[in-house]
């Protein structure tokens, strides 16, 4: 995964199991699961539902090139991509960008994948209430469901699934620790390991993203919120260490 911060406090993303990353809008959570596929260096499959491919392009970009988002607008802009095709190209990210992908879609998607390259190690789902799936209900029951399916998927595909999740509203200024009651849905019953994410820092000293293991089933969590990791988070490029 390449964030020891991350390790020091326990938290593993390990093949066959099923993790839930939640925040508010715009505190990290898409970029955090985009930083952990690029660090993994493993054969990655992202169904990004959230955000289009020029958007993701934008951030893998500069995230590889340690360009700002905006240099790799004008990049674009300018048709001066050479260099940006080249290190774009060596992640091994397969990407999605249906926005509303069925679960039969997403399970064809990988099952063609798997035909070519065998089943990829590590599947990011961003984000699962993006997901088509009136088949599995509505409300609470349906996103337990939901998890459920995916918990399944990932045994079955021995990879691991990182599904990227909200927050209820009073935590979704991203500011404070989030507890695992805070997480929208009470969707806490499948997931092996459950994050939440809030910011901390300033324009001036720099901006951390704090990481918060509320659930852990193999290692020591706290529900709370309050015991997190701090990681190094420069918005500008897109990347994240620590």
Not at 28 to 50: E, Q, R, T
Not at 145 to 156: I, K, S, W, Y
Request: charged share 20%; hydrophobic share 45%; proline share 4%.
């Amino acid at each position: 995964m390449g964030l020891k911060a991350l390790a020091d406090l326990g938290i593993q993303i390990r093949r066959g199991q099923l993790h839930l990353i939640a925040a508010g809008p715009g505190t990290g959570k898409s970029a955090l699961a985009l930083n952990m596929a690029i660090k993994a260096a493993v054969p990655a499959f992202y169904f990004s539902a959230d955000s289009d491919a020029y958007t993701q392009y934008v951030r893998s970009a500069a995230n590889v090139s340690g360009w700002t988002t905006q240099q790799v607008e004008w990049a674009i802009e300018q048709e001066q991509t050479a260099t940006l095709e080249a290190v774009v190209a060596a992640i091994d990210i397969r990407w999605s960008f249906d926005a509303s992908p069925s679960l039969d879609e997403i399970e064809q998607s990988l099952i063609a994948y798997a035909m070519i390259y065998g089943w990829p190690a590590l599947v990011v789902i961003d984000n699962v209430t993006n997901v088509d799936a009136p088949e599995m209900g509505e409300g609470h029951a349906g996103l337990d469901e939901l998890c459920a399916f995916f918990h399944d998927l990932a045994r079955r595909m021995e990879s691991a699934i990182i599904l990227l999740h909200h927050v209820t509203g009073v935590y979704n200024d991203g500011m404070n620790p989030i507890p695992l009651s805070g997480i929208k849905g009470q969707v806490g019953r499948v997931p092996e390991v459950i994050l939440t994410l809030h910011r901390g820092g300033t324009e001036h000293e720099g901006y951390d993203l704090r990481v918060s293991n509320v659930k852990n089933r193999g290692g020591k969590a706290d529900a709370s919120g309050f015991t997190f990791a701090r990681l190094n988070w420069q918005p500008e490029r897109m990347q994240i260490s620590g």
